[in-house]
């Protein structure tokens, strides 16, 4: 196996400690740019910089933080992109992993013997690389300059077997997670492939996926799979689990907002806990939103925004709202304003009694103040637990 051109590519230890994830916690959009991308994602955690691969083009692009275009690169195949410990961006490029400088510059290469390499992710403690291959339906390994360690999987549905696993991430402990499209089903193997577990099955309840596209860890080892909504399913989904498959939480619903009628295609996590989306927005094309994580949610009962039923009026940074809580339960929850799904607005905890209304004031963030400020009237959308509704904001 012919080894890498040397890149430095010696591990630089342990992860710092991430955000942890409460069960039921809730997201909301802070980030939106359009891509010329529509396959995979990822973040580059120190410089915040976005790679995302163009599988019609097959170019890797290179995104600054606020959405910027800085480099393109034209590749052989581009397929699954991970960041590893350095910084260095691995590509699962048709027949083989080609490995990136930050800048797009300076690559190294090995082959994989295997021709049906989909994805990539490398371990953020010890650097190995690891592929998934949906000919063989197989995991293979190597280390971080291409000597081949090993490879593990079989055709089918038993323990430790793989079908069409399309996607894939490393934990900060080691562990292996696979995304299988036929099984639907998330596996879990330890850095060598030792079979540890699995879950999922084809649904939409959660828990359940419709091709488990995208998958990304955190730094406190949960795992984040882009459910894309494959087949009659529409309008998919990112689910949150522990490193053991406990579901947690999900950003968007099948047949819901925030995603477009394909859903996600791939998914990425920084430090902080923000969640990095590639997915199809119908009013943008391919785009990237990064999503913020709320205090942990306590949200309960029904809401609806009953007020204003047309436009309101920003006042300083301040826009008022009355929200009405259904009868049978006392409502809780955030209440959140965006705009073409980017939040213009703090997230304001509300709690009001069964069957009662109440006038909530959020403050607008100093961004969203800018956006408001340019134009006369703003269409924007006002979220409750249970409720929307689309509004005109006068400056």
């Known amino acids: 196996m012919a080894g890498a051109t040397a890149l430095g590519l010696a591990v630089l230890g342990a992860p710092a400690p991430g955000s942890a994830v409460t069960p039921g916690q809730g997201y909301q959009p802070v980030r939106q740019f359009v891509v010329d991308g529509d396959n995979d994602i990822a973040v580059n955690v120190t410089t915040g910089d976005v790679y995302v691969t163009d599988s019609v083009f097959d170019r890797v692009k290179r995104y600054s933080p606020s959405g910027a275009l800085l480099a393109s ?31 797009l510059s300076q690559r190294a290469y090995f082959p994989v013997e295997n021709i049906g390499v989909t994805d990539v992710a490398v371990s953020p403690t010890t650097g190995d690389v690891y592929v998934t291959d949906v000919v063989d339906d ?6 971080a300059t291409g000597t081949f360690l090993g490879r593990w999987g079989s055709s089918g549905s038993g323990d430790g077997q793989l079908d069409n696993p399309q996607s894939i991430a490393v934990g900060p402990g080691g562990d292996v997670y696979v995304g299988e499209r036929w099984n639907n089903r998330v596996s879990r193997f330890s850095a060598t492939g030792v079979f540890l577990g699995k879950w999922g099955q084809l ?35 990112v689910q949150v689990f522990t490193g053991t498959g406990g579901y947690l939480t999900s950003i968007g619903a099948f047949n819901a907002a925030p995603f477009g009628s394909f859903g996600p295609r791939d998914v990425d996590v920084d430090t902080a806990g923000r969640v990095h989306v590639i997915a199809h927005a119908p009013s943008l094309g391919n785009s990237v939103t990064t999503f913020a994580p ?20 920003l006042q300083g940074k301040r826009i008022k709202i009355t929200v009405k809580c259904a009868a049978g339960a006392a409502c809780t929850g955030v209440a959140t304003v965006t705009v073409k799904g980017k939040s213009i607005t703090k997230p304001k905890g509300y709690s009001i009694p069964a069957g009662k209304k109440k006038v909530i004031t959020v403050k607008a963030t100093k961004k969203g103040l800018k956006l408001l400020r340019k134009k006369a009237v703003t269409k924007a959308l006002v979220t409750v637990h249970g409720g929307q509704r689309t509004v005109k904001i006068h400056r």
């Open 73 to 103: 690169v034209d590749v052989a195949e581009a397929d699954g992109i991970d960041v590893g410990p350095q910084g260095h961006l691995y590509l699962a490029d048709e027949d083989g992993v080609t490995v990136f400088m930050p800048d």
């Open 294 to 313: 709320f205090v942990p949610a306590t949200d309960t009962g029904t809401a609806t925004v009953v007020k204003p039923k047309g436009a309101l009026k």
């Open 138 to 143: 197989e995991v293979i390994r190597y280390s």
């Open 203 to 237: 649904g939409t309840t959660p828990g359940s996926f419709h091709w488990p596209r995208g998958l990304a860890t955190d730094n406190q080892g949960n795992v984040y799979v882009a459910d894309y909504a494959d087949g009659a399913a529409q309008g998919g989904r």
